[in-house]
């Protein structure tokens, strides 16, 4: 599946259905008298979040929605029927935006979390409700409320628990890949990582969720490399996780790149809680390891875990670091209700 993180949707609301103009016409009745009906309302626009969606590239080939109008009003007093509400089921931790993207209109974070965006219009008044006793045959009616229209942007943020940082070629795919079920793609070259991708950890009785972005460079908050896009894709995570290649000709330098771009983003990211680790030791002899450990704790100001992904060194560290600063709102396996059939989501 393409993932895609942003989208640019149109959505209107249903226009209001007209009021009926009837009368009367009943065989050994005198006198009729006006029976039109109100017209029915139209549908609103409602976004509501699901499970099992982790991209917009459904929005990428169909971008505008349209609720139905309501129907007009009929005689006998009868009222038209609504139209119905139409729902756009998004992935959990999307932003709808406003055009120009300065104002965040909703924000989705719980499964299920359903949101009314644009309301339809009401129904016209049909000429009975204009009889008075001195207007005994009126014959005016409504014409219902006319529709809410909006061009908006759709914004994932990915949901995770903890993220990964660190300069193209730290380690993370690997690391990803040898902690979670994910199977994020790992060469010998920069930014081999081209989007966000997640994975469940599953450690010591306890459960969250990682999120890989692709490695940031100098220069990232201006649009260098791959630029600083992804990084929205963490600014919900409890921790970050910093990995530094030992392999860097200068640790501490590869470090401070990425804080300084974490800094130049915004959003808080630098007060988070995090880890530092130096990965790829498997490469480098104990001494080395000591010596670069102690450059990089200095200029880091944390604790550094030696780490390697490929080999497995330090990884169970890691993790229980990870979950010490993510807390006990960590899930743990086996909370699921048991006996309880997993349901297939389905976008209808």
């Given at each position: 599946m393409h993932f895609l993180d942003q989208a640019k949707i149109f959505v209107r609301s249903g226009a209001g259905g007209?009021?009926?103009?009837?009368?009367?016409?009943?065989?050994?009745?005198?006198?009729?008298g006006p029976n039109g009906g109100n017209g029915g309302k139209g549908g609103d626009i409602v976004f509501e979040a699901?499970?099992?969606?982790?991209?917009?590239?459904?929005?990428?080939?169909?971008?505008?929605?349209?609720?139905?109008?309501?129907?007009?009003?009929?005689?006998?007093?009868?009222?038209?029927?609504?139209?119905?509400?139409?729902?756009?089921?998004?992935?959990?931790?999307?932003?709808?935006?406003s055009e120009d993207r300065e104002e965040v209109l909703l924000d989705f974070t719980q499964v299920g979390q359903r949101e009314l965006?644009?309301?339809?219009?009401?129904?016209?008044?049909?000429?009975?409700?204009?009889?008075?006793?001195?207007?005994?045959?009126?014959?005016?009616?409504?014409d219902g409320w006319p529709f809410q229209e909006a061009w908006v942007w759709l914004r994932l943020k990915l949901l995770a628990d903890a993220g990964l940082v660190g300069l193209p070629n730290a380690g993370k795919s690997t690391f990803i890949n040898a902690v979670t079920n994910a199977q994020a793609k790992v060469g010998e070259y920069a930014f081999t990582t081209t989007r966000p991708q997640l994975g469940v950890?599953?450690?010591?009785?306890?459960?969250f969720v990682v999120a890989d972005i692709p490695g940031l460079i100098e220069g990232?908050?201006?649009?260098?490399?791959?630029?600083?896009?992804?990084?929205?894709?963490?600014?919900?995570?409890?921790?970050?996780?910093?990995?530094?290649?030992?392999?860097?000709?200068?640790?501490?330098?590869?470090?401070?790149i990425v804080r300084d771009e974490l800094e130049n983003y915004g959003a808080g990211l630098t007060d988070k809680p995090f880890v530092v680790a130096l990965n790829k030791i498997d490469t480098l002899d104990d001494e080395l390891?000591?010596?670069?450990?102690?450059?990089?704790?200095?200029?880091?100001?944390?604790?550094?875990?030696?780490?390697s992904g490929a080999a497995g060194t330090g990884v169970d560290w890691v993790l229980d670091k990870l979950i010490e600063a993510i807390g006990p709102e960590a899930g743990k396996v086996g909370d699921e209700d048991e006996?309880?059939?997993?349901?297939?989501?389905?976008?209808v």
């Open positions: 007209p009021g009926a103009v009837s009368f009367r016409r009943e065989k050994y009745i005198e006198y009729g699901v499970a099992g969606l982790n991209t917009l590239i459904d929005f990428r080939y169909t971008q505008h929605f349209r609720a139905p109008r309501g129907h007009g009003g009929s005689g006998q007093n009868r009222t038209g029927a609504g139209g119905d509400d139409l729902i756009i089921k998004v992935p959990l931790g999307t932003q709808v935006l965006f644009l309301r339809g219009g009401d129904g016209g008044r049909g000429n009975a409700s204009y009889k008075t006793s001195t207007n005994r045959t009126p014959r005016q009616h409504g950890v599953r450690h010591k009785q306890r459960e990232a908050a201006e649009g260098a490399g791959i630029g600083d896009r992804f990084l929205g894709h963490i600014e919900r995570c409890r921790v970050l996780l910093h990995l530094v290649d030992a392999q860097d000709d200068d640790v501490a330098e590869s470090y401070r390891v000591e010596a670069l450990s102690a450059e990089l704790a200095e200029i880091s100001g944390a604790d550094v875990i030696p780490l006996g309880e059939e997993a349901v297939e989501w389905s976008p």
